[in-house]
């Protein structure tokens, strides 16, 4: 081993107990080891800038990151809770079969798009839901327009996945090649 590595790990053992104690202090067992790990990996990524008293400046990366993962969290409940009020308030039109289908397809799709990864959910909602070609999404988003329709697509088949698994029983009572129909409409699957 390097002596850097050396330092680190020797900084990680006198370090680590305190830093998940902190953790643990902050947001219960369940995702102390999580915050311990990241907090040690930025100290690695960032090893030119851990002073040499580390612990309080570990204790301030903890303390972001615990931040950091409550705003997801928050996030992913309002996401989650909006998904909820978009299902209830769903009205579709046409006769009382078809306004069936649609529910049963629009609670799967909304369903299924709730358990999908953020960086999921934001390439589909951006393609979708606001209209934006590739090269759009890509602008917003940050990446070249080749990464974004490889994310679109693989956004988009982790979502037939997940709705194909999240409502079987709703999607039998639906004529088969409806629900795939319904499912282009809604997500901008191409057919």
């Known amino acids: 081993m390097t002596e ?29 080891d999580e915050v311990v790990s990241e907090t040690f990996a930025v100290a690695w990524r960032r090893w030119a800038d851990v002073p040499r008293t580390p612990l309080p400046w570990l204790l301030g990366v903890a303390r ?18 909006e998904l909820g009020e978009w299902t209830e308030r769903s009205a579709p039109g046409g006769g009382a079969d078809d ?7 629009r609670n799967a799709l909304l369903g299924a798009l709730a358990t999908l990864p ?23 988003v940050g990446c070249s327009s080749a990464a974004m329709r490889v994310r679109l697509h693989r956004a988009r088949k982790r979502l037939t996945r997940a709705v194909d698994l999240a409502e079987p029983a709703a999607r039998a009572a639906v004529p088969q090649g409806r629900t795939r129909a319904r499912r282009v409409q809604l997500v901008g699957e191409e057919a």
């Open 118 to 140: 953020e960086d999921d959910r934001e390439v589909l909602i951006l393609a979708a839901w606001h209209g934006l070609t590739p090269a759009e999404a890509a602008s917003v």
């Open 4 to 32: 850097e590595a050396d330092r680190f790990t020797a900084m990680y053992d006198a370090c680590r107990g305190r830093v998940w104690a902190y953790a643990v202090s902050r947001a219960g067992r369940q995702i102390a």
């Open 99 to 105: 306004v069936a289908d649609e529910v049963a397809d």
């Open 64 to 81: 972001n990151i615990l931040r950091d993962t409550v705003r997801a969290e928050v996030r992913r409940e309002s996401f989650a809770a």
